[in-house]
Antibody, heavy 117, light 108 residues
Protein backbone atom coordinates (compact mmCIF):
# COMPACT_ATOMS: atom_id res chain seq x y z
CA UNK A 1 0.00 0.00 0.00
CA UNK A 2 1.24 3.45 -0.90
CA UNK A 3 1.34 5.48 2.31
CA UNK A 4 3.24 7.79 4.60
CA UNK A 5 2.92 7.48 8.38
CA UNK A 6 3.98 10.17 10.82
CA UNK A 7 5.14 9.61 14.37
CA UNK A 8 6.86 11.44 17.19
CA UNK A 9 4.25 13.98 18.19
CA UNK A 10 3.42 14.74 21.79
CA UNK A 11 3.36 17.33 24.53
CA UNK A 12 6.43 19.53 24.94
CA UNK A 13 7.12 22.65 26.95
CA UNK A 14 7.86 25.99 25.30
CA UNK A 15 11.51 26.15 24.38
CA UNK A 16 11.74 22.40 24.08
CA UNK A 17 12.56 20.15 21.16
CA UNK A 18 10.85 17.34 19.31
CA UNK A 19 11.70 15.14 16.35
CA UNK A 20 9.00 13.98 13.99
CA UNK A 21 9.45 11.04 11.68
CA UNK A 22 7.67 9.95 8.54
CA UNK A 23 7.86 6.38 7.28
CA UNK A 24 7.12 5.93 3.59
CA UNK A 25 6.12 2.71 1.92
CA UNK A 26 4.76 1.40 -1.35
CA UNK A 27 6.61 3.83 -3.60
CA UNK A 28 10.15 4.83 -4.60
CA UNK A 29 10.76 7.35 -1.83
CA UNK A 30 14.05 8.68 -3.23
CA UNK A 31 12.26 9.86 -6.39
CA UNK A 32 9.97 12.34 -4.65
CA UNK A 33 10.27 15.75 -3.04
CA UNK A 34 8.79 15.54 0.44
CA UNK A 35 7.13 18.25 2.50
CA UNK A 36 5.78 18.97 5.96
CA UNK A 37 2.49 20.84 6.32
CA UNK A 38 0.87 21.71 9.63
CA UNK A 39 -2.57 22.69 10.81
CA UNK A 40 -3.21 24.40 14.12
CA UNK A 41 -6.43 23.40 15.91
CA UNK A 42 -9.38 24.91 14.08
CA UNK A 43 -7.12 26.73 11.63
CA UNK A 44 -6.02 26.38 8.02
CA UNK A 45 -3.15 24.60 6.37
CA UNK A 46 0.35 26.04 6.71
CA UNK A 47 3.33 24.84 4.71
CA UNK A 48 6.35 24.20 6.95
CA UNK A 49 9.26 22.69 5.06
CA UNK A 50 10.41 20.78 2.02
CA UNK A 51 13.33 18.60 1.04
CA UNK A 52 14.02 17.79 -2.57
CA UNK A 53 15.31 14.61 -4.11
CA UNK A 54 18.71 16.27 -4.34
CA UNK A 55 18.65 17.30 -0.68
CA UNK A 56 17.77 20.95 -1.23
CA UNK A 57 15.82 22.28 1.75
CA UNK A 58 13.25 25.05 2.20
CA UNK A 59 11.51 26.43 5.27
CA UNK A 60 8.64 28.73 6.05
CA UNK A 61 9.73 32.02 7.57
CA UNK A 62 7.89 31.11 10.78
CA UNK A 63 10.17 28.12 11.44
CA UNK A 64 13.42 29.08 9.71
CA UNK A 65 16.37 28.74 12.05
CA UNK A 66 14.41 26.57 14.50
CA UNK A 67 13.40 23.58 12.39
CA UNK A 68 15.53 21.32 10.25
CA UNK A 69 14.53 18.63 7.78
CA UNK A 70 16.32 15.53 6.62
CA UNK A 71 15.72 12.36 4.69
CA UNK A 72 17.26 8.92 4.67
CA UNK A 73 16.42 7.32 1.38
CA UNK A 74 17.85 3.93 2.33
CA UNK A 75 15.29 3.75 5.13
CA UNK A 76 12.45 5.46 3.27
CA UNK A 77 12.35 7.98 6.06
CA UNK A 78 11.76 11.71 6.46
CA UNK A 79 12.41 13.68 9.65
CA UNK A 80 11.59 17.10 11.03
CA UNK A 81 13.72 18.31 13.92
CA UNK A 82 11.94 21.06 15.83
CA UNK A 83 13.80 23.23 18.32
CA UNK A 84 12.92 26.30 20.40
CA UNK A 85 9.28 25.31 20.17
CA UNK A 86 6.62 27.92 20.77
CA UNK A 87 2.98 27.72 21.76
CA UNK A 88 2.19 28.81 18.20
CA UNK A 89 3.82 25.65 16.84
CA UNK A 90 0.97 23.59 18.28
CA UNK A 91 -0.58 21.77 15.34
CA UNK A 92 -1.13 18.52 13.53
CA UNK A 93 1.93 17.94 11.36
CA UNK A 94 1.43 16.16 8.06
CA UNK A 95 4.06 14.41 5.98
CA UNK A 96 3.22 15.01 2.32
CA UNK A 97 4.50 13.72 -1.00
CA UNK A 98 4.84 16.04 -3.97
CA UNK A 99 3.72 14.39 -7.16
CA UNK A 100 5.78 14.75 -10.31
CA UNK A 101 2.89 16.85 -11.62
CA UNK A 102 3.60 19.40 -8.86
CA UNK A 103 0.79 18.91 -6.40
CA UNK A 104 0.51 17.16 -3.03
CA UNK A 105 -0.83 13.75 -3.93
CA UNK A 106 -0.21 11.73 -0.77
CA UNK A 107 -0.81 12.84 2.81
CA UNK A 108 -0.30 11.03 6.07
CA UNK A 109 -2.85 11.08 8.89
CA UNK A 110 -0.73 13.56 10.80
CA UNK A 111 0.82 13.67 14.24
CA UNK A 112 -0.22 16.16 16.90
CA UNK A 113 2.37 18.40 18.50
CA UNK A 114 1.25 20.34 21.56
CA UNK A 115 3.50 23.02 22.98
CA UNK A 116 2.31 24.01 26.42
CA UNK A 117 3.55 24.55 29.93
CA UNK B 1 5.73 36.76 0.41
CA UNK B 2 2.92 35.69 -1.86
CA UNK B 3 -0.59 35.82 -0.40
CA UNK B 4 -3.68 33.85 -1.42
CA UNK B 5 -7.06 35.17 -0.31
CA UNK B 6 -10.15 32.97 0.06
CA UNK B 7 -13.57 33.90 1.45
CA UNK B 8 -14.00 32.25 4.85
CA UNK B 9 -17.36 30.74 3.99
CA UNK B 10 -19.69 29.97 1.11
CA UNK B 11 -23.19 28.58 1.39
CA UNK B 12 -25.12 26.80 -1.34
CA UNK B 13 -28.30 24.77 -1.62
CA UNK B 14 -28.10 21.15 -2.73
CA UNK B 15 -28.22 20.83 -6.50
CA UNK B 16 -26.95 24.33 -7.08
CA UNK B 17 -23.50 25.49 -8.18
CA UNK B 18 -20.81 26.65 -5.75
CA UNK B 19 -18.00 28.93 -6.89
CA UNK B 20 -15.06 29.22 -4.53
CA UNK B 21 -12.51 31.90 -5.32
CA UNK B 22 -8.83 32.25 -4.60
CA UNK B 23 -7.27 35.66 -5.14
CA UNK B 24 -3.61 36.43 -5.64
CA UNK B 25 -1.45 38.91 -7.49
CA UNK B 26 -1.31 37.70 -11.11
CA UNK B 27 -2.31 34.23 -9.95
CA UNK B 28 -3.17 33.45 -13.56
CA UNK B 29 0.55 33.06 -14.19
CA UNK B 30 0.82 30.32 -11.58
CA UNK B 31 -0.47 26.77 -11.36
CA UNK B 32 -3.20 26.46 -8.75
CA UNK B 33 -4.16 23.31 -6.89
CA UNK B 34 -7.30 22.82 -4.83
CA UNK B 35 -7.75 20.57 -1.80
CA UNK B 36 -10.84 19.35 -0.01
CA UNK B 37 -10.61 18.59 3.70
CA UNK B 38 -13.38 16.79 5.54
CA UNK B 39 -13.51 17.13 9.33
CA UNK B 40 -10.85 15.06 11.04
CA UNK B 41 -9.27 13.93 7.78
CA UNK B 42 -6.22 14.82 5.74
CA UNK B 43 -6.71 17.03 2.68
CA UNK B 44 -7.35 15.49 -0.73
CA UNK B 45 -6.57 17.17 -4.04
CA UNK B 46 -9.65 17.78 -6.16
CA UNK B 47 -8.14 19.98 -8.88
CA UNK B 48 -4.51 20.37 -9.94
CA UNK B 49 -2.80 22.56 -12.51
CA UNK B 50 -5.73 24.97 -12.53
CA UNK B 51 -8.26 22.65 -14.15
CA UNK B 52 -7.11 19.04 -14.13
CA UNK B 53 -9.05 16.50 -12.13
CA UNK B 54 -7.43 13.47 -10.48
CA UNK B 55 -8.95 10.10 -11.10
CA UNK B 56 -11.78 9.43 -8.72
CA UNK B 57 -12.86 13.06 -8.43
CA UNK B 58 -16.33 13.64 -9.89
CA UNK B 59 -16.71 15.68 -13.06
CA UNK B 60 -18.83 18.07 -11.00
CA UNK B 61 -15.54 19.58 -9.81
CA UNK B 62 -13.83 21.98 -12.20
CA UNK B 63 -11.33 24.80 -12.03
CA UNK B 64 -10.27 27.94 -13.82
CA UNK B 65 -7.54 30.51 -13.37
CA UNK B 66 -7.08 33.92 -14.94
CA UNK B 67 -5.83 37.33 -13.98
CA UNK B 68 -5.93 37.72 -10.22
CA UNK B 69 -8.50 35.02 -9.44
CA UNK B 70 -8.65 31.25 -9.55
CA UNK B 71 -12.00 29.55 -9.12
CA UNK B 72 -13.11 26.12 -8.02
CA UNK B 73 -16.58 25.35 -9.32
CA UNK B 74 -18.68 22.55 -7.88
CA UNK B 75 -21.78 21.78 -9.93
CA UNK B 76 -24.86 19.98 -8.65
CA UNK B 77 -23.63 20.31 -5.09
CA UNK B 78 -24.28 17.39 -2.76
CA UNK B 79 -24.34 17.29 1.03
CA UNK B 80 -21.14 15.24 0.92
CA UNK B 81 -19.33 18.20 -0.63
CA UNK B 82 -19.59 20.08 2.63
CA UNK B 83 -15.97 20.58 3.67
CA UNK B 84 -13.11 23.06 3.87
CA UNK B 85 -11.43 23.91 0.57
CA UNK B 86 -7.91 25.28 0.17
CA UNK B 87 -6.12 26.68 -2.84
CA UNK B 88 -2.36 26.33 -3.11
CA UNK B 89 0.48 27.54 -5.33
CA UNK B 90 4.26 27.29 -5.43
CA UNK B 91 5.85 30.71 -5.06
CA UNK B 92 8.95 30.49 -7.24
CA UNK B 93 10.48 33.68 -5.88
CA UNK B 94 10.59 32.48 -2.28
CA UNK B 95 10.65 28.72 -2.93
CA UNK B 96 7.67 28.41 -0.62
CA UNK B 97 4.41 26.56 -0.95
CA UNK B 98 1.53 28.90 -0.19
CA UNK B 99 -1.97 27.98 0.94
CA UNK B 100 -5.01 30.16 0.97
CA UNK B 101 -6.79 30.59 4.29
CA UNK B 102 -9.50 28.14 3.27
CA UNK B 103 -13.21 28.36 2.55
CA UNK B 104 -15.80 26.44 4.52
CA UNK B 105 -18.47 25.24 2.13
CA UNK B 106 -21.85 24.79 3.78
CA UNK B 107 -24.58 22.91 1.97
CA UNK B 108 -27.87 24.24 3.28
Amino acid sequence: EVQVVESGGGLVQPGGSLRLSCAASGFTFRSYDMHWVRQAPGKGLEWVSAIGIGGDKYFADSVKGRFSVSRENAKNSLSLEMNSLRVGDTAVYYCVRLAAAGYFDLWGRGTLVTVSS
Amino acid sequence: SYVLTQPPSVSVAPGNTARLTCGGNNIGSKSVHWFQQQPGQAPVVVIYYDDDRPSGIPERFSGSNSGNTATLTISRVETGDEADYYCQVWDTSSHHMVFGGGTKLTVL
